[in-house]
């Protein structure tokens, strides 16, 4: 029977198994993706046209070419990069799908470049696109991990998802439960760690990846600075020659209070030619400047400004420019450039948004508050407490900045681990700005329960959690009432 199958076919079958598509993660791929995630794109790009013609029928090279994409819409954050370069999508996810589905990589490429398109259409407000592509993304990587269970990778991106997707205001819930999907913080941040805690022990081509998306999600979903720096600094970073691995650290530090930390590794980040540009590394050292009070911030913002070519954190910039001036007691070039904080740059970003809202509300910022919030922001909890021992009270004359010097004296003490201070500042906090659209009633509400929370007193815990949920039409809502919810969550268990 064998002698009757047509010698064509046969000789179709050998050609079409001799060129089937396959996922090869050798040398020269993964050298090509340590250059891409160090930002040397330049590099990357080389080492995977190189690939490519040594290895036609390789598709981790079309693969990596879209990580080459997405870090360079994320460094330069241009509208123009991201429309010419998301054409790029739909071909390479038509190429994946001709690979060999018995490979643990199929399903997974397929969903990495979802994710990357998604996180870029949010970046640039295309929600709608970013839904779809995360559903895809979700749906993929959940079918490979029933598939695959003991491929480590898959759960570095299923962490990402379920974290963000257990972030999302209860009011939209019902949205993500429609299209299929579930999440939860914990179980995100859990796999994470896992992968971590892997990476440390075994040969794992996306360790520092994992580790540096591990220690965002620690930041900006469980407000965790520390344990964010911590799971750095044992992971072996900052890396030299590495500049994204420096914009980690970076952030890290400036967002979660460790500024001195901040200042040397951005000093010593590496230069030249062999790096993509990344302006916002000058916004940066801009803030940890300005937190530390130092006379130059002003300058970085300047350069931000000046070489940056997309609209986040324009705004922002000049109204730290008019910050650094007013602390020197310059009103002058304060009101310069907090007017070009209306008209200039865009307003997606929360940074922004709230540059927009000086800038609209003619009323310049208290220089004692202001001051005493930069040094808390930076970690200088002694000096930010001097400052607020200059004045009292009585010295404000309007409710908000009574307001106001009670919930940053209090948040002082609170981060300085003086809490029965700290409290009776929440208190009067409360009291002062419950009828006042700012956050700073609703947070102090919740700082209260988290107080309470760690001390095991759970019946104040829950009322004053619910009593952050109660406040109505303030800034920072919906990450607040999420924050108290959580909080209530973990009582309940």
Not at 370 to 376: E, G, M, N, Q, Y
């Amino acid at each position: 029977m064998f002698r009757k199958i047509p010698l064509l076919f046969l000789l179709l079958v050998a050609f079409n198994s001799i060129h089937a598509q396959v996922f090869d993660f050798n040398e020269n791929c993964r050298k090509a993706y340590n250059a891409t995630i160090a930002l040397k794109l330049n590099e990357g790009t080389t080492l995977l046209n190189a690939e490519e013609k040594k290895n036609p029928d390789n598709l981790i090279p079309v693969y990596l070419e879209n990580y080459v994409d997405f870090l360079n819409v994320y460094t330069t954050d241009t509208r123009a990069k991201y429309e010419l370069l998301k054409k790029n999508k739909d071909v390479r996810l038509t190429q994946l799908m001709e690979g060999d589905p018995g490979s643990p990589y199929y399903l997974f490429t397929q969903a990495e470049v979802n994710l990357q398109w998604a996180a870029l259409s949010i970046k640039f407000g295309e929600y709608l696109n970013s839904i779809f592509e995360i559903r895809k993304a979700y749906k993929l990587l959940e079918e490979n991990q029933s598939k695959f269970p003991d491929f480590k990778a898959n759960k570095k991106s299923l962490g990402v998802l379920y974290a963000l997707l257990g972030s999302v205001p209860d009011k939209y819930k019902w949205g993500v439960n429609l299209l299929g999907m579930e999440g939860s913080i914990e179980r995100g941040i859990n796999y994470l760690k896992e992968v971590t805690e892997y990476g440390k022990k075994n040969d794992f081509i996306y360790h520092e990846e994992t580790v540096t998306i591990y220690a965002f999600l620690l930041l900006h979903l469980q407000n965790d600075g520390e344990t964010a720096w911590k799971v750095l600094q044992e992971n072996g970073f900052p890396k030299k020659e590495n500049l994204m691995n420096v914009y980690t650290c970076a952030h890290i530090c400036v967002y979660g209070k460790h500024t001195d930390e901040a200042l040397k590794i951005l000093a010593n980040q590496p230069t030249g030619g062999a790096f993509t540009s990344f302006p916002h590394l000058n916004y940066l050292t801009g803030l940890a400047k300005l937190n530390k009070l130092e006379n130059d911030a002003d300058s970085f913002f300047k350069k931000y400004v000046v070489e940056y070519k997309g609209e986040n954190h324009i705004k922002s910039s000049f109204q730290k420019i008019a910050w650094s001036y007013l602390i020197k007691g310059d009103t002058i070039n304060y009101f310069h450039f907090i007017n070009k904080a209306e008209n200039i740059g865009g307003s997606m970003v929360d940074a922004d948004k709230q540059a927009l809202k000086e800038a609209q509300s003619n009323r310049i910022p208290n220089i004692s508050l202001l001051r005493a919030r930069l040094l808390f922001d930076g970690g200088y909890y002694q000096k930010a407490a001097n400052e607020m021992n200059k004045v009292s009270e009585g010295y404000f004359k309007t409710a908000e900045q009574q307001t106001e010097y009670f919930y940053r004296t209090a948040r002082i003490y609170d981060e300085w681990n003086k809490k029965d201070s700290a409290l009776i500042l929440y208190s009067k906090a409360i009291e002062s700005g419950k009828y006042l659209p700012r956050y700073f009633a609703a947070n102090s509400a919740f700082e209260t329960g988290k107080i309470y929370e760690e001390r095991g007193v759970k019946e104040k815990a829950i009322e004053y959690y619910n009593l952050c949920l109660s406040f109505e039409n303030h800034e920072y809502k919906n990450g607040l009432d999420q924050k108290a919810k959580a909080g209530l969550n973990r009582i309940s268990k």
